[in-house]
């Protein structure tokens, strides 16, 4: 059925853009994970901190630390399996049709049919992949969160506290 094949193929390609997507993500939060641990780092550094903002900027940091690694694990470079090159497919298509000589829509179906199953065994290893990625990543992302939480609330805080004073 064409339409099934179509789909397997089409899905082939979702998950490599998937993972290539993955990753420009993880990039994006290590990128702001390395924001907050500079926020974290400045507020620390100044001496005039209350004790208790810079307790809140230690949690911060631990957090951010815990969201880095989760990051950068996420971007670990995988092997993702991929599609033969057209002349990987030149044996195989002339095999079918030596099997099928005197019906070459039968050695079409049947390449068709051949290339889509090949199709289907990618996907499924290739989504196990982006599937640990994407677990990876939501790990990165609930710490940087948190941290995100604590940095606005500890900026926030002692404006108010300059300003008031």
């Known amino acids: 059925m064409n339409i099934l094949r179509d789909m397997t193929l089409d899905r082939d390609k979702q998950e490599l853009s998937l ?13 702001l ?18 004790k208790r903002y810079a307790v ?6 631990c957090v951010v630390v815990v969201g880095a690694v989760c990051a ?21 298509i002339e095999n079918m ?7 070459p829509e039968e050695a079409e179906r049947r390449t068709a049919a051949g ?5 289907d065994q990618r996907i499924e290893k290739n989504h196990k992949i982006n599937a640990l990625k994407s677990r990876w990543l939501t ?9 995100l939480m604590i940095d606005l609330g500890t900026l926030v805080c002692v404006a108010v506290s300059k300003t008031l004073s």
């Open 19 to 31: 993972g290539d997507t993955l990753d420009v993500k993880a990039g994006i939060l290590l990128a």
């Open 115 to 119: 290339i889509a199953q090949m199709a």
């Open 72 to 92: 950068v694990w996420t971007l670990i470079p995988r092997n993702y399996y991929l599609p033969g090159a057209p002349a990987e497919y030149k044996g195989y």
């Open 139 to 147: 790990y990165a992302f609930f710490p940087a969160l948190v941290a």
């Open 33 to 50: 994970i390395a924001v907050l641990a500079t926020i974290s780092g400045t507020l620390l550094a100044d001496s005039h901190l209350d």
């Open 56 to 61: 809140a900027q230690m949690v911060s940091l």
């Open 97 to 103: 049709e030596l099997a099928f000589p005197g019906d």
